[in-house]
């Protein structure tokens, strides 16, 4: 077996590779190729959540399993939220093949998903993004964005104005193009092209109406039921797709809070991205479209990604051989 550490994920899982293999895994979860079941989620004191999500990449391909921790407050300390592993099982012989260090994976691969969204839903054109948010999925989607898009401007809020304006210094020594922290959610999406949100808000935090006809979203923060981070009227403004149906109708807090007030019926919910992305569903039809894709994560993403990892460092010789 193979152990694989948040430092290898972090060199060897790029953007370049993670992308493709996000997109293969999200047509063959829309095709049925794919096995996997709601995540089940544990609640734990002060908002902390323990997470499985089991899967199958299909016939001939690796299965297992991610094992999670979500601790909120992590980010205070300077420690990753989200926290555990990922077993991945060889197929031939049903032997544990790695272990894989989850929260890496997770933060890059949930950002390739929206980059692969971007890609197939927002106008070829878009370059202004806006991130609301400072955290690791705020960091991780920025960059891949600008694989998907020629983004010239960044525009990025969160709660605290000083971390925003730390945050949006980062980001711009990192991506070498102008990053502007702004004093509130409205001023962020102004207009803009791109869209993503990665807070952990119990509320939203954005509105519908602020939103500029033609904008794609990507709804990153809320990964379970309750906390919403957008209004219903943004639900109802958009052409609004899954990362994963079944997921969201159970799951999907944005989705469930707009069926309840009842500003949409059950096919808004056009389908799944795979599906955009294999043909089998139109996904931004007009430049005026606002189009959303809800992400909860799948495991599918997560097996893909660590799959390959695990290949790679077979092939490469990092990870770390450990009998079992």
């Known amino acids: 077996m193979i152990v694989i550490s948040r430092e290898a994920v972090r060199t060897h899982l790029t953007y370049e590779a993670c992308i493709p293999l996000v997109r293969e895994a999200m047509v063959a979860l829309s095709r049925d190729v794919t096995r996997q079941i709601p995540r089940q989620i544990i609640d734990l004191e002060g908002g902390r959540a323990f997470g499985v999500m089991p899967g199958a990449l299909g016939p001939g391909a690796v299965f297992g399993a991610k094992l999670i921790s979500v601790f909120p407050e992590n980010f205070e300390k300077g420690l990753q939220s989200h926290q555990g592993l990922v077993a991945v099982f060889d197929p031939a012989s049903g032997a544990l093949a790695a272990m894989v260090h989850a929260g890496e994976v997770t933060a890059i691969r949930t950002a390739a998903a929206s980059a692969v969204a971007t890609d197939a839903l927002a106008r070829p054109e878009a370059a202004t993004l806006a991130i609301l948010g400072y955290g690791e999925q705020a960091h991780t989607h920025a960059h891949a964005m600008t694989k998907v898009r020629q983004v010239s401007e960044v525009r990025v809020w969160g709660r605290s104005s000083e971390r925003a304006a730390a945050f949006a210094a980062r980001l711009e020594s990192e991506l070498g193009r ?31 109406e602020w939103i500029t006809p033609g904008a794609h979203l990507n709804l990153v923060g809320s990964s379970r039921a309750g906390p919403a981070e957008v209004d219903v009227q943004l639900v109802a403004r958009s052409r609004f797709f899954a990362d994963h149906e079944q997921g969201v109708r159970l799951q999907g807090a944005e989705w469930l809070n707009a ?21 089998a569903l139109v996904g931004r039809t007009t430049p005026r479209d606002i189009t959303a894709y ?21 092939s490469l010789g990092f990870g770390v051989e450990v009998a079992f």
């Open 259 to 279: 069926l309840a007030a009842g500003v949409v019926g059950e096919d808004h919910l056009l389908g799944e991205i795979g599906q955009v992305l294999d043909g």
């Open 294 to 314: 809800k992400s909860l994560g799948s495991i599918v993403q997560d097996l893909a990604a660590a799959g390959w990892l695990a290949e790679q460092a077979r």
């Open 178 to 208: 102008p990053v502007r922290a702004c004093a509130d959610a409205r001023e962020a999406v102004d207009g803009a092209d791109l869209v993503c949100t990665t807070t952990a808000a119990a509320e939203p935090v954005l509105l519908g």
